[in-house]
């Protein structure tokens, strides 16, 4: 038997916890090995909870509050960014005496999150459709939602269970080769190619060269301030999620990324020329994270786990994170020799994928606002769905359920 998503969320957490406090201790040993050692656990603990959170967020989550609670998974991310960039600092953590601690910290709050799974109620959609224990579905339900009745959530579990059995456990080999999954998945790697293609961790890992050649005098602070405006517009992201849908979201993030690249290029192609071009700059800068918030961030950690019914979402969701951290290597490594062959003209590249990934999503990004996980997945499927459903669907694909 697979272990539950709680459990396995608790056994995950083991590796970050050895993992910083290899990386904590590594002035008292070898260092480059003790690190090396340390940051491979550690990244071996974000791939697998980069899958196992969201999927859990989404299956313990109400409809009407599943894509608010999932980007609460994104305002995790960026807050840890932002803790990590101000301790890093010269006169906190960031100095020859204290960079250990700072290494190590994080096996703090790993080490707190291990406790608190502990309180964690189990999946009730696990628990019902995989191992077919009502009462204590039932139960997790009423510790998850308080006193409302769960039998409306529990008809729907009924459906999802009903489409799991004819489904079983699909294999990432068949979501590529069966035509029943083919455009969902596509969907689903795009959405998380999109966000790391889109230039932000450019931003994010090279923001203080950045506000060097644009002149600013202490840039280390100008980029905790792009910290700031990240957290503070995925907050914004939690409650506008919901209300506005995912789709839209999505699209107008794409879009206000696009003009900010643009922007960002001409700021730094006339600097030369003209001073004031780096304020253009900066402003394109915080422009371009606080877009990326409000859309591409938060809705490709969710949406994956939203667009598959039981069977499928495990391997999806794996493929999905396993893109994801690609794309994010990817980026990471080859940025800076990008940057150096084209110079001020670097996020021009940024700026035609962001039109590329614009274009896709406003042909193949479906809405799931307020969608049951059966109604999502039949987006896909030549499937008769309910009026309303379709209404939406002819809407965003000119009549056709492709």
């Known amino acids: 038997m697979h272990l539950s998503l709680v459990k396995a969320m608790l056994v995950v957490n083991v590796l970050s916890i050895v993992g910083n406090l290899l990386m904590g201790l590594a002035k008292f040993g070898p260092s480059h090995i003790l690190i090396i050692a340390g940051r491979a656990i550690t990244g071996l603990y974000c791939g697998l909870s980069s899958g196992l959170v969201p999927m859990y967020v989404s299956e313990v989550s109400p409809t009407a509050l599943r894509g608010a609670l999932g ?32 290494l ?47 039998m409306k959530e529990i008809a729907e579990m009924e459906k999802e269970k009903q489409e799991a059995a004819s489904e079983k456990k699909v294999s990432i080999g068949q979501l590529f080769t069966s035509s029943k999954y083919r455009q969902a998945v596509i969907v689903a790697l795009m959405v998380q190619i999109s966000q790391q293609f889109s230039g932000i961790n450019a931003i994010f890992y090279y923001s203080t060269n950045i506000f060097e050649r644009a002149g600013v005098d202490q840039p280390v602070y100008a980029t905790i301030g792009v910290g700031v405006v990240n957290t503070v517009f995925t907050v914004i992201s939690v409650f506008l999620v919901e209300k506005a849908g995912r789709r ?8 206000g990324m696009l003009l900010s690249a643009v922007a960002m290029t001409v700021g730094l192609v006339l600097l030369s020329q003209f001073a004031w071009m780096s304020y253009v700059s900066m402003i394109a800068i915080f422009l371009f994270v606080i877009f990326f918030e409000v859309g591409p961030g938060p809705i ?49 590249i940024f700026a035609v994928l962001l039109l590329v990934f614009l274009l896709f999503a406003y042909l193949k990004v479906p809405e799931t606002k307020g969608k049951s996980f059966e109604e999502i997945a039949a987006v896909f499927r030549r499937k008769k769905l309910p009026a309303k459903t379709m209404t939406e669907l002819e809407e965003l694909r000119g009549g056709e359920v492709a």
């Not at 101000?86 to 250990?100: R, S």
């Not at 493929?319 to 951290?325: R, S, T, Y």
Request: aromatic letters at 12%; proline letters at 5%.
């Open 248 to 255: 839209s979201l999505f699209l107008a993030g794409l879009m």
């Open 71 to 102: 980007t609460l998974h994104q305002l995790a991310i960026v807050t840890g960014i932002l803790i990590s960039q101000v301790l890093g600092l010269d006169f906190l953590l960031g100095n020859d005496e204290m960079w250990p601690l700072l």
């Open 300 to 348: 490709p950690w969710f949406i994956v786990a939203e667009l598959f019914s039981q069977g499928p979402r495990p391997a999806a969701i794996a493929i999905a994170g396993f893109c994801n951290w690609a794309c994010n290597f990817i980026v990471g490594m080859c940025f800076q020799y990008i940057a150096d062959l084209c110079g001020s003209y670097v996020f021009v």
């Open 104 to 150: 190590g910290l994080s096996g703090v709050a790993a080490l707190l999150q291990f406790f608190l799974l502990l309180l964690c109620p189990e999946s009730p959609r696990y628990l019902y459709i995989k191992l077919g224990k009502v009462e204590e579905a039932k139960k997790s339900l009423k510790r998850l939602r308080g006193n409302c009745d769960p």
